[in-house]
């Protein structure tokens, strides 16, 4: 079945950098990309998807990278602010019409 | 639209009694998923639900069951309830299954004492 991987679990970086977080899948045939952001004591919330068809999404300071060859997806937040700290989820759509989650990686925004 | 809701929003139990969590999805979705999170833990996929149908389960014991009802509201129960259980159960519904954004409603905090 399918697998997510996600990486790093914790990731620290100064106000106003970047942050990228990385998760690779196992089913080739997975073809639904989404990001979830959990903030402390909240319910996850969507803010970024890509499908299959599609290599790359923007939003603002937010986008998500697909290579679908090498089976991983990362999400890229530039210009890091401190509301940005929360936890971020990745996950796959596997071909049972299942999301399959990452371990989520703990975002903090060093003031 | 009115958002996902959950009820109830929190609950203490004993170990050894069951418990039932309410799930209405946001109008027109069909598609009802739970999940288990614990501190610091992940989503843990507990059952997706569509037509009323259990459509995948993930690696829980037969003690997590739950049904989906003809208006698409889902209800799910623990029996034994054991001190692990405690977690904060979030359901999530999205229109179909396939591509579709799942929105999560506020969760039920469960404690078993």
């Known amino acids: 079945g399918e697998n997510v991987e996600q990486h790093p679990s914790t990731l620290s970086v100064q106000e106003g950098d970047s942050a990228v977080i990385k998760c690779t899948y196992s089913d080739s045939a997975s073809n639904y990309f989404p990001w979830y952001k959990q903030e402390l004591g909240k319910r996850p919330q969507l803010i970024i998807d890509i499908r299959s068809n599609v290599g790359e999404k923007k939003d603002q300071r937010i986008a998500v990278t697909l290579n679908k060859t090498a089976k991983h997806f990362s999400l890229h937040i530039t210009e890091t602010q401190p509301e940005d700290s929360a936890v971020y989820f990745c996950a796959a759509k596997d071909s049972n019409y299942q999301l399959i989650w990452g371990a989520g990686t703990k975002l903090i925004i060093k003031p | 639209k009115a958002g996902v809701t959950q009820t109830p929003r929190y609950l203490i139990k004993t170990r050894g009694q069951q418990v039932t969590l309410s799930c209405s999805p946001i109008?027109?979705?069909?598609?009802v998923s739970w999940y288990q999170q614990t501190p610091g833990q992940g989503l843990q996929f507990l059952f997706e639900?569509?037509?009323?149908?259990?459509?995948n389960k993930g690696n829980f014991p037969g003690r997590f069951s739950g049904r989906q009802f003809s208006n698409s509201r889902s209800e799910m129960n623990v029996s034994t309830l054991e001190l692990g259980d405690s977690a904060l159960y979030l359901c999530?519904?999205?229109?179909?299954?396939?591509?579709?954004?799942?929105?999560f409603g506020p969760g039920t905090r469960l404690t078993v004492l």
């Open positions: 999530a519904s999205s229109y179909t299954r396939d591509t579709d954004t799942q929105y």
């Open positions: 639900y569509f037509s009323e149908t259990q459509r």
């Open positions: 109008s027109g979705h069909r598609s």
